[in-house]
């Protein structure tokens, strides 16, 4: 093989390979990208029907409700504009709670219930997880104090 | 005045880092041996301050000084002392003052230990680490200083983050740094040789163990992060693709590539241009890594809009530490010319494929972690690339990669694969599947595709390695360490491989709503809620469940979950209850009061899941070995020998 045969198969060579990798990624990314929305885009009609997306906003005071004995919950999302309820059945994160931020992960189901397959409540020190705080419409999120 | 000695001793680090690097330059291009000296002797006097303003900062923990706004906001007073010195690096002032440390010791033992290097050229390595020094000590003093004091002092702190308060987490930021930092030696000497020009063996030599050093301190830090996010998450997944996560694991991939590619530089004198990008990528992705993780701009970019001054000084450092290389990279690479061929089934060959299909899951996956970002700048809208984008962009580079792993181990360099190797290679071959077949029907009574995949691998790597010392041994061949450590390396590589395809394919998850007396069943194990009681702790009180496990009648153990509320801003922890086995994991962690006496709890039975880790300690272990080979320090040798003789 000449040298430049060989250079011409070494190019070959790296260009099926992004390609391959280029393919791969596009198939990857359908379907595996996860879009956030607030409860206001939510109504406005923003966000995909029957496909999960993650919605994120405070969890509304006093909203909590448990069905006595069982893993069901029920609370009410808000970004204090609108207002969504959400339906979730499992262990809630240990940091969740009333009038902190949250993000949940799952779709709308029947009569504008966000139902939720998964409950996160991650956030920095300032007690808000930061999508949550830019999608609130109250200029001051409220903080909590310790 | 103990924070304000501190600062002092910070900004004096900064004028020593700046003559570090000053001296060493001008000495090296001018052939100055005084300044070149001089430029030695900073290293020692930046060390030394870095270290006591890390010392002041540790101290004003200790001693809950909470007039300084970093001890006020990540310390309490109820906080034990083990943690109040963890919390110096619990946080993004604190944990740039350690990243400091780490290159500043690693900037002293490169000095120590390079004297047998070219003068000029050495201190052109401590030039490099120098100018990284003062970006990171700048950046401090003008926008993240840990001494800066708060007025009127507060009267209590606001507490480390409970999820902190753990053995793992106190020791996994300073192992990782270690091993993120390390990188910066292999870079140093990656842009001293572009400035010079010219790279040969020995210059391979000298940086592959710093580059395993580093390495292995990555490797363990990751580990060591993904057991902690296993017990302490609380819900028991052992890698989530988070970019926190991805942000470490892609320096590991580059360093692992680099690694491998070393080695090709140094045995054959290939690949040289491809090596010194490697060596530069490695820590680019670790300084990206560190400001990613520590300034919040991986959820939002919008993070840099609240604290402009950070975010613009951070963008400047990476343009400049990354372009500037690369740059350097363009100028010079095309001088670095490669000198020999090889053959399509030589080490070589292997080596590439090696580095391609890591390069290929390292690009996906910055792809993946850097997308969003990419988005939301835009303003295209806020999305998250979920989990199954990054397990299926790593699967896939990482099956061939495991195939060729196991070949190319065996082949010579240069020339083609052996005869007799090859008929050993087809029998271990067979016996992966054989074995892989009867893991899943006998073990877990089901064979399926991915599984038998995934433990076929699993076996036929960590045959394979095993088949180097035996067929050295056989042939009387030596085994130097570098190749035991290879071995080691790889057979832990295949124990991972085993660990994860085990989890991932027999693993159960559930959660139950359970009052006491109540059981529940799971892959065979009954778990009953025996017992709910109070329990107090140094700065937490909480409840903690017995939850006793048996199988077909016979007692196995009890599980003592906790659910703690800790003192402090009233943060809750779930403290799962694990019983650690070989064979498998059980594990429950306690959820909330569900009302009607029941209280919520997720069960898991999670197989294999401690050969994940074990993979991993063998992996750095042989890192270790391979470092510490003799030849590595023969030339250090060769001069002690010699100088004794003059003595003698």
Redesign the interface.
């Known amino acids: 093989m000449t040298p430049r045969r060989k250079r011409l198969l070494a190019v070959l060579g790296i260009l099926v390979?992004v390609g391959a990798?280029a393919a791969?990624?596009t198939?990857?990314?359908e379907?595996?990208?996860?879009?956030?929305y607030n409860p206001s885009q939510v109504l406005a009609g923003d966000a995909p029907e029957g496909r999960t997306f993650?919605i994120g906003g405070m969890v509304t005071q006093g909203s909590l409700k448990?069905t006595?004995?069982?893993?069901e919950v029920r609370f009410v999302v808000t970004d204090y504009q609108h207002s969504i309820p959400v339906r979730y059945?499992?262990?809630?994160?240990?940091?969740f709670r009333e009038g902190q931020g949250m993000i949940a992960h799952g779709r709308m189901g029947e009569g504008g219930e966000f139902v939720a397959d998964e409950v996160l409540a991650k956030h920095?020190?300032n007690y808000m997880?930061?999508?949550v705080a830019?999608s609130l419409h109250d200029p001051q999120p409220a903080r909590v104090s310790? | 005045m103990i924070p304000e000695l501190g600062h002092f001793a910070l900004i004096l680090a900064l004028l020593l880092s700046t003559s570090q690097s000053a001296f060493s330059f001008g000495g090296a291009a001018r052939g100055n041996a005084a300044w070149m000296a001089a430029g030695r002797s900073a290293v020692v006097g930046q060390f030394v301050f870095v270290a006591v303003a890390f010392g002041a900062l540790a101290w004003s923990f200790v001693q809950q000084d909470f007039s300084v706004l970093y001890v006020a906001s990540n310390s309490h007073s109820e906080l034990p002392v083990f943690f109040r010195v963890a919390a110096v690096w619990g946080a993004h002032e604190g944990s740039l003052l350690l990243w400091s440390l780490c290159l500043a010791g690693w900037t002293l033992a490169v000095t120590a230990a390079s004297g047998s290097l070219d003068a000029p050229f050495r201190s052109r390595v401590l030039g490099f680490l120098g100018l990284i020094s003062i970006g990171f000590q700048l950046f401090m003093l003008a926008t993240s200083n840990p001494f800066t004091r708060l007025m009127p002092a507060a009267a209590e702190g606001r507490d480390l983050n409970p999820l902190l308060q753990d053995f793992a987490l106190v020791v996994h930021p300073p192992i990782l740094y270690l091993g993120y930092v390390g990188f910066s030696v292999a870079f140093a000497f990656a842009c001293a040789t572009l400035l010079e020009g010219r790279l040969d063996a020995a210059w391979a030599r000298w940086t592959r163990p710093w580059t395993l050093a580093a390495w292995l301190f990555l490797t363990i830090g990751i580990a060591l992060g993904s057991w902690w996010a296993y017990y302490e998450l609380g819900w028991g997944g052992w890698w989530f693709w988070d970019a926190v996560e991805n942000a470490s694991f892609m320096p590991w991939l580059a360093g692992t590539a680099l690694i491998h590619s070393l080695a090709v530089t140094e045995k054959r004198g290939l690949f040289k241009s491809w090596t010194l990008l490697l060596a530069v990528s490695a820590f680019s992705l670790s300084l990206l890594g560190t400001f990613l993780v520590r300034s919040g701009v991986l959820i939002s970019v919008h993070a840099f809009a609240t604290d402009p001054e950070r975010g613009i000084y951070i963008l400047g450092f990476l343009t400049v530490v990354i372009g500037g290389a690369l740059l350097m990279y363009a100028w010079r690479a095309p001088r670095l010319k490669s000198e020999a061929g090889f053959e399509a089934t030589s080490r070589e060959s292997f080596m590439l494929f090696n580095n391609a299909l890591l390069v290929t899951a390292l690009s996906l996956i910055l792809l993946g972690t850097l997308y969003p970002l990419f988005m939301d700048a835009l303003e295209l809208g806020k999305v998250s690339v979920g989990p199954p984008y990054f397990n299926l962009v790593f699967l896939v580079p990482m099956l061939p990669l495991l195939v060729l792993l196991g070949i190319g181990m065996h082949a010579a360099w240069k020339r083609g694969l052996l005869g007799t190797m090859r008929t050993r290679l087809f029998a271990v071959a067979g016996a992966s599947i054989g074995a892989s077949v009867i893991i899943g029907a006998a073990a877990y009574g089901e064979v399926r595709p991915m599984t038998t995949i995934g433990f076929a691998l699993a076996v036929w790597v960590m045959l394979s390695s095993l088949l180097v010392p035996f067929a050295r041994l056989r042939g009387r061949q030596p085994l130097p360490a570098a190749v035991l450590g290879m071995v080691v390396a790889h057979f832990g590589i295949g124990l991972t491989t085993l660990g994860i395809t085990g989890v991932q394919s027999f693993k159960v998850e559930k959660d139950f709503a359970l009052g006491i007396g109540d059981g529940a069943t799971i892959a065979g194990y009954e778990f009953k809620f025996a017992a709910l009681r109070d329990v107090r702790g140094p700065n937490y009180v909480g409840v903690e469940a017995d939850v006793v496990v048996s199988r077909g009648g016979e007692a196995v153990t009890v599980l003592k979950p906790q659910k703690r509320l800790y003192n402090s801003g009233g943060n809750a922890l779930s403290e799962a209850g694990i019983e650690v086995g070989a064979a498998r994991d059980l594990f429950a962690a306690l959820g909330d009061d569900l009302g009607q006496g029941r209280w919520s709890f997720r069960l898991q039975y999670k197989p294999l899941i401690r050969f994940i880790w074990l993979g991993a300690i063998l992996v750095a272990f042989g890192g270790l070995l391979a470092a510490l080979d003799r030849r590595y320090r023969q030339r250090v040798t060769a001069r002690l020998d010699e100088r004794a003789a003059s003595v003698a």
Do not use: I, K, V
């Not at chain 1, 006595?68 to 893993?71: P, Y």
């Not at chain 1, 059945?89 to 940091?95: A, I, K, M, N, S």
């Open positions: 390979g990798a791969l990624a198939l990857a990314f379907d595996n990208l996860l879009y956030f993650r448990r006595d004995g069982t893993l059945e499992g262990l809630l994160p240990d940091l920095d020190e997880p930061p999508e830019e310790e």
